[in-house]
C-alpha cells in the first residue's frame, strides 16, 4: 500500500511545537501498518530536540541520525525552553520505546538484513553521582536484594531477540533486533529517585536519572562492537501513581501562570524523543573477596619484583596515560577521539592532526563541542589529572633495613658515610576505602589483589589495628608510612602492615 504524506518542512515544524503531532501520526501509520516496519527513510526525520546547551556542533543539529527512539511518556510542562526535556515514570510500570530506522536510502548498507544489538542504561544524569555509581548501586543491591533496577517486558515487546540481563549488571539489559522490521521494547524501572537522595527529614526531592541506549553492529568476528548510534533522555521515577500525580501537579501550576511566563516554558508532549550522546563508557569493577584473619609467619617479597603465586596471575599495570601528540595523524588523532569517547565529534574534525586539535583553545573547544563535552575534551588533550583527595608514601621494611645495613658496613669499613637514603613510592587515593588501598599496594607489589588478606595499622605499644574506611578517610596528606608483610593462613595471600 502506497501512502502520501504532506509534510510541514523541518523549520515549520519546530516553530510551530508540532514535533510530538507529527510522531503520533507516525504512530498511528505504524499502527495501520501493522507488523511492517517502522521505517522513517521515506518521510521527514524528527528534528532532534535542543538542549540548554547542546553537546553537537551546530551544523549537526538537523541531521538525520540513522535511529530514533521514542518513549511513549508524555514530557512535564514544567521545563524551560531551552532545557533538556523531563520525563516522569512510575516504578515498575511497562513504558513503550519504539525503535525507529531512521537511515536514507543507500546509508550503513552493511547492516540491511542483519541484525543489531541494542544495550539499554538507567544511569544517574548528576555528575556528583555518576562519579560514585558503583557505590550507588551495590547499596541498592544490598537494600533490595534480589532486585533488578531495568527489566524488560518481553511478552509486551515486539520484534526484540536473545533479550538478556546481566545479574551482575542491575541496571542494563540488552538485546538484538532488525532495523527493518517492526520493534517496540517495553521497559520496567524498578528503582524510584528518593532513594538515591541523602535523607533528611522527610520530602527530599528526588534524583533525576537518564535512559540512555547504545546500538552496535557486528564486527568481522561476529561480535557487536561497532558503535552505530546512543541516544538519552532525562527521566524521574515516582512511586506507582506518583508519575501521574507530579505530572497533574506540574500542569496546574503552569495554568496558575501569566501568558507571558507560559512563554518561557515547553508545551507537553505525548511522547518523549532520545537526543543523540556520547556513547556509555564501559567500566570493570574490581570486587575484592572477605579476608581471612591474622597469623604472625613472616614474608619476603619485594616491591616490583611480582613474587607472586604461579597459581595467580600477577595483575596487569595500570593503563597508560592516552594523550594526543603534536606528531599524530589525523588518522591517529581519530583513533585518539574513538578511545576516549569523543566519537560524537570525530566527523567533525576529520582532517584534524594531532597539532591542529592541540592548537585548539578552551573556548574554541567549548564552541564547537558545547560546555561539557568541550570541557571534557579540552582536558583530554591538555592531559590535565584530577589531583587526588589522598596521597600518602610508602617504604617497604626489607628494602628500609637493607639500606641500614649497607650503611652501617659502610661506616665500618671506614667509607665516609652519606645521609641515609630510603626509596618510597606513592600511592594516591580517590575513594578512600581500604578496598581502593589494597588494589594500589597490589599493583606496587605487582600480586593479585585477592593475595592481599589485610591490611593493618600498626598502634601503640605494637598493637595492630585493621584499617577501615573511616581510618583512611582520616588519614593526613602525605604521610608516611613503612610496609612489613606477614604470611596469611593460606598460601597464597599475605598480611600487609603500615608502621
Known sequence: ???????????????????????????????????????????????????????????????????????????????????????????????????????????????????????????????????????????????????????????????IIDPRANPTQLNTVEFLWDPSKRTSVFIQVHCISTEFTMRKHGGEKGVPFRVQIDTFKENENGEYTEHLHSASCQIKVFKPKGADRKQKTDREKMEKRTPHEKEKYQPSYETTILTEC???????????????????????????????????????????TDNLLPTSTPQEAQQWLHRNRFSTFSRLFTNFSGADLLKLTREDVIQICGPADGI????????????????????????????????????????????????????????????????????????????????????PTGIHVLISNEMIQNFQDESCFVLDTMKAETNDSYHIILK
Open 1 to 159: 500500500m502506497a501512502w502520501a504524506l504532506k509534510l510541514p518542512l523541518a523549520d515549520e515544524v519546530i516553530e510551530s511545537g508540532l514535533v510530538q503531532d507529527f510522531d503520533a501520526s507516525l504512530s498511528g501509520i505504524g499502527q495501520e501498518l501493522g507488523a511492517g516496519a517502522y521505517s522513517m527513510s521515506d518521510v521527514l526525520a524528527l528534528p532532534i530536540f535542543k538542549q540548554e546547551e547542546s553537546n553537537l556542533p551546530p551544523e549537526n543539529e538537523n541531521k538525520i541520525l540513522p535511529f530514533q527512539y521514542v518513549l511513549c511518556a508524555a514530557t512535564s510542562p514544567a521545563v524551560k525552553l531551552h532545557d533538556e526535556t523531563l520525563t516522569y515514570l512510575n516504578q515498575g510500570q511497562s513504558y513503550e520505546i519504539r525503535m525507529l530506522d531512521n537511515r536514507k536510502i543507500g546509508e550503513l548498507p552493511e547492516i540491511n538484513g542483519k541484525l543489531v544489538k541494542s544495550i539499554f542504561r538507567v544511569v544517574f544524569h548528576d555528575r556528583r553521582l555518576q562519579y560514585t555509581e558503583h557505590q550507588q548501586l551495590e547499596g541498592w543491591r544490598w537494600n533490595r536484594p534480589g532486585d533488578r533496577i531495568l527489566d524488560i517486558d518481553i511478552p509486551m515487546s515486539v520484534g
Open 278 to 320: 556520547s556513547p556509555w563508557p564501559e567500566i570493570t569493577y574490581v570486587n575484592n573477596a572477605p579476608s581471612p584473619g591474622f597469623n604472625s609467619s613472616h614474608s619476603s617479597f619485594s616491591i616490583g619484583e611480582g613474587n607472586g603465586s604461579p597459581n595467580h596471575q600477577p595483575e596487569p599495570p595500570p593503563p597508560i
Open 376 to 459: 571534557r575534551l579540552f582536558n583530554a588533550l591538555k592531559g590535565r589529572m584530577v589531583r587526588p583527595r589522598l596521597t600518602i608514601y610508602v617504604c617497604q621494611e626489607s628494602q628500609q633495613a637493607r639500606d641500614q645495613q649497607q650503611q652501617q658496613q659502610k661506616h665500618e669499613d671506614g667509607e665516609a658515610a652519606n645521609v641515609t637514603f630510603f626509596v618510597y613510592h606513592a600511592i594516591y587515593l580517590e575513594e578512600l576505602t581500604a578496598a581502593e588501598l589494597t588494589e594500589k599496594i597490589a599493583q606496587l607489589f605487582s600480586i593479585s589483589s585477592r593475595q592481599i588478606s589485610q591490611i593493618y595499622k600498626q598502634g
